[in-house]
């Protein structure tokens, strides 16, 4: 009895005990055990726990974990493959064509507060309009086909998160045996884990999977079948082979492969296991070579006849994704046409084929692609990011915004893109909707952006930021000196080429501006020269040619800029927080002409550099009567290395 009310006392966790003395290593073993089955009933009702957070878990105590969940646990194994698996903790859990509920031990609940509190979602649930009353009733969480007898009540599992007093049903049998607290010793209520945002979220979440359950019994997702009637008859020599390959050792598997294809040259699975081996071995070579022999074989498994249908679909997908690696876009685009033909009602090759087209700057190809998806799947949100990312390519910004908007609330795979947060949320700038900081914002917690004003794509993590820099800070005063000292003469080379008419001043291409006419006339593109444009100035750009931090920079341009009265350029970011933007005052109207960047205003003066971040939010207004002309000069970031400099691919 002592002992009972020890283990009463411990709340259910025995995280005090710390796995010393006190509990057998066998206890530990089982309570472990009992977890890793809890995280695959957690995995199909609340979506937040995962085997890897028990796992984490399993080696504080430094055993396999690996072996609780399958080797110990086939008891549970429902379906006959050998293993416990979430698939089985649907059949456990009553969502099969059976109405039978399940007991849990109460091994189970132990611990249940902290694994639950490991992992947070954050789905995007509307909780407008929606009340939670102090009091939630299972039957309205879990429908009573699938509803499971606990153990005893969950109102001190759920005190982490405040949801008190939950209705449950007790068996008879369970309500006498369970253990009772002692009344002689109060046991302390463990502290609210979840922040108010988070328990919030949590309510709505429970909600939400609940409206989503269906008493249909969902199919088992049945595994590929890559083997045909006569790859049935040398099954063993293939998974030999294969098992070389799934350990590594893939020279072995090679040659194992290619004496099967010498053996058995009919035979699709092992030539498709010979274009695996060789597309591990190109990665372990890092070998273009090599790679574009997988390519091959990949293309001779699926030319072979017999060939299963799943087989198929896994040889040419492949194929089409190693051809993309190599830059063999057309390539690709041709394989993923086949694969759309033999399978029309795959909904994501049609999707992959869009990509493709847009790979190839194709788009109002890959437009077409994604129309003919969402007149068969309007609630695709693949698709929908797509086609609104092109729609806002072709300036329709209102039109647009739908489209991203769906896509991304969908959260299906390939929707949370850095890319489809920037552009919704430029669109919605451009029509007057402040809502655009709060996808800013949810991009940035999603990690895409470093923050809600600097929203560029392509980063080096670590690099100081800020909106604002003096030369000081740089490191390049040198250079700031040669550009103010020599402004007039900078000036005047510029002056002379817009007065020549020659057309060297290209108008603005990135879509940027609301209104107005903005030129450019670029002297340095991606760290090297543009063309003979430095023959028309060429005192500008021999001061340059001493500083290997602008003409050498990768990610950044030097150019001349003229805007006129009564432009407006949206607000917008860089591509990339690796530079540095100065701008040198030029000619500048006394008045109307200003640059934004973040919440900061300022304004340009004839002869004088501003140095900004361009990765951060700026916009630029016009409002002068006469014309204003800068010298834009971008230099990589201070902090980059000298190795990061000559490295980093160029933008």
């Given amino acids: 009895m002592e002992r009972g009310q020890k283990e009463e006392e411990g709340g259910g966790g025995g995280g005090d005990a710390g796995g010393g003395p006190k509990y057998s290593w066998f206890t530990w073993f089982v309570v472990l055990a009992l977890l890793g089955v809890w995280s695959s009933l957690a995995v199909v009702y609340f979506d937040i726990v995962d085997y890897d957070s028990v796992i984490a878990r399993a080696k504080e105590f430094h055993m396999n974990f690996s072996e609780v969940l399958q080797g110990k646990l086939t008891a549970y194994d429902t379906d006959?493959?050998?293993?416990?698996?979430?698939?089985?903790?649907?059949?456990l859990l009553g969502k099969s064509t059976s109405n039978s509920s399940i007991t849990l031990p109460v091994f189970f609940m132990r611990g249940l507060k902290d694994v639950v509190c490991s992992r947070v979602p954050v789905p995007h649930v509307d909780l407008r309009g929606c009340s939670i009353c102090d009091d939630i009733n299972v039957k309205s969480v879990f429908p009573p086909s699938s509803m499971i007898i606990f153990p005893f009540s969950l109102s001190s599992i759920f005190d982490a998160v405040n949801i008190n007093c939950l209705s449950f049903h007790v068996s008879q049998e369970q309500q006498r045996n369970r253990p009772r607290r002692s009344s002689k010793k109060?046991?302390?209520?463990?502290?609210p884990t979840f922040s108010p945002t988070q328990r919030s979220v949590f309510y709505s979440y429970i909600l939400k999977v609940s409206s989503s359950f269906s008493p249909s019994t969902p199919a088992k997702k049945k595994k590929p079948k890559l083997f045909n009637k006569f790859d049935k008859t040398i099954k063993a020599?293939?998974?030999?082979?294969?098992?070389?390959r799934k350990k590594g050792k893939v020279e072995e598997a090679l040659r194992a492969f290619e004496t099967l294809v010498q053996k058995y040259p009919q035979s699709p699975r092992a030539r498709y296991g010979k274009a695996q081996a060789e597309d591990d071995m190109a990665e372990k070579m890092r070998s273009n070579d090599m790679l574009q022999r997988a390519i091959n074989t990949y293309r001779e498994a699926a030319e072979l006849p017999d060939v299963t249908p799943d087989l198929l679909k896994a040889t040419l997908k492949r194929r089409a994704e190693r051809q993309q690696f190599l830059g063999r876009m057309r390539g690709s685009l041709a394989t993923l046409e086949k694969l759309v033909q033999l399978f029309p009602d795959d909904i994501s090759l049609k999707n992959d084929l869009g990509v493709a087209h847009l790979l190839l700057g194709d788009n109002k190809g890959a437009k077409k692609v994604y129309e003919e998806v969402l007149a068969v799947s309007p609630g695709n949100g693949f698709a929908k990011v797509h086609y609104g990312f092109i729609l806002k390519s072709e300036?329709?910004?209102?039109?647009?915004?739908?489209y991203l908007r769906e896509g991304l609330e969908s959260g299906e795979p390939g929707t949370d893109d850095g890319r489809f947060y920037f552009h919704l949320g430029d669109a919605l700038q451009r029509v007057g909707d402040n809502s655009a900081y709060d996808w800013y914002e949810l991009g940035h917690k999603r990690g895409h952006f470093a923050s809600v004003w600097q929203r560029s794509l392509y980063n080096v993590n670590g690099l100081k930021a800020q909106p604002w820099w003096t030369p000081k800070e740089t490191g390049y005063t040198d250079l700031v000196k040669t550009l103010e000292r020599n402004w007039k003469t900078i000036r005047d080379e510029a002056l002379a080429m817009m007065d020549q008419n020659t057309g060297v001043f290209i108008p603005e291409e990135e879509n940027l501006r609301e209104k107005g006419e903005w030129g450019q006339y670029t002297l340095w593109q991606q760290g090297r020269k543009v063309g003979n444009a430095c023959e028309g100035v060429p005192k500008t750009c021999s001061l340059l040619e001493k500083y290997p931090e602008a003409t050498g920079c990768k990610r950044g341009q030097i150019k001349f800029s003229v805007m006129q009265p009564g432009t407006h350029v949206w607000p917008h970011t860089g591509p990339t927080n690796c530079r540095l933007r100065m701008h040198l005052g030029l000619v500048i109207p006394k008045q109307g002409c200003k640059i934004r960047c973040t919440n900061q205003t300022r304004e340009w003066e004839e002869g004088k550099v501003l140095i900004f971040d361009d990765s951060f939010e700026h916009e630029v207004w016009q409002d002068a009567d006469s014309y204003r002309l800068i010298f834009i000069v971008d230099v990589w970031h201070p902090e980059l290395t000298q190795y990061q400099r000559q490295t980093l691919s160029p933008i």
């Fill in 186 to 191: 109060k046991v302390k209520p463990n502290k």
């Fill in 237 to 244: 020599e293939i998974d030999a082979a294969e098992k070389l």
């Fill in 395 to 402: 300036n329709k910004i209102a039109e647009s915004i739908p």
């Fill in 80 to 91: 006959g493959d050998g293993d416990f698996d979430v698939e089985d903790a649907k059949v």
